[in-house]
């Protein structure tokens, strides 16, 4: 006889929690949710990352109620894992980040103070230089940069842990002539049409667009998603625009459907201009 789902007069905290022990239990519970481990649910975990972004971009405040519920599964998802395996669990989740805000905010929960928002950063970093040192992790600034995120956003952590050493252009103006720099030196790759070269030089394109990126204090994913959110209006403009005649992409040419998208990005200012 199957089992009903933990009372409703549950905290939702902990009826979440207790609703993925169910669906772990290895005698009635899901097939799918029981075969699951850290490496196969991270690719999830990520995706409701960038769920959750997408609402807040779309300034959808209903859907990201939900998609923060997502998240907070994926979280009691992996606690439920490592409980099961003896390791730690959801209240030890929680305990360890309470103890990290208060650690890293001396100045709302100690003594110390600091003079403007740039000393307040500095004193961050100190904090979290002599929490890698406890964990073993003071070889480098760059150590504790997670190998798994996004490139961009990665190349951007990684640019700006340099940065606060002293490591950085002056300027604006010096990271462009680096860019333009490492354009030339992938054109020339592509003329020799060695492709594992042009592979290498565009990363560095890519990593110099990163430090563009901070130094202008601009998220490069955030811009990019704008970019793509942009370029699928404008391009499915020129889909309706050809349907009108009962035509697809495809039997248009690239003279006609660049018109249509100069229409379609005529039509963006002028609403913008309103």
Known sequence: MKRPPPPDA?????RLI???ARLRDAEDGCPWDIEQTFATIAPYTVEEAYEVADAIERGDLGDLKDELGDL???VVFHARMAEEAGDFA???VARAINDKMIRRHPHVFGEESYADL????????????AERADKGRADSVLDDVPVGLPAL???VKLSKRAARVGFVWPSIHEVLAKLAEEVGELEAEIAAGDLDKARAELGDVLFVVANIARTLDVDPE???RGTNAKFVRRFQHIEAQLAVSGRT???SDLAEMDALWNEAKAIEKSKAAE
């Open 222 to 224: 955030d811009a990019l």
């Open 153 to 155: 956003t990665r190349a």
């Open 18 to 20: 207790a609703i993925m």
């Open 249 to 251: 992409p495809q039997q």
């Open 10 to 14: 549950l905290r939702p905290i902990d």
């Open 118 to 129: 740039s000393a307040q950063v500095e004193g961050w970093d100190a904090i979290k230089a």
């Open 90 to 92: 959801f209240d030890d």
């Open 72 to 74: 907070l599964l994926q």
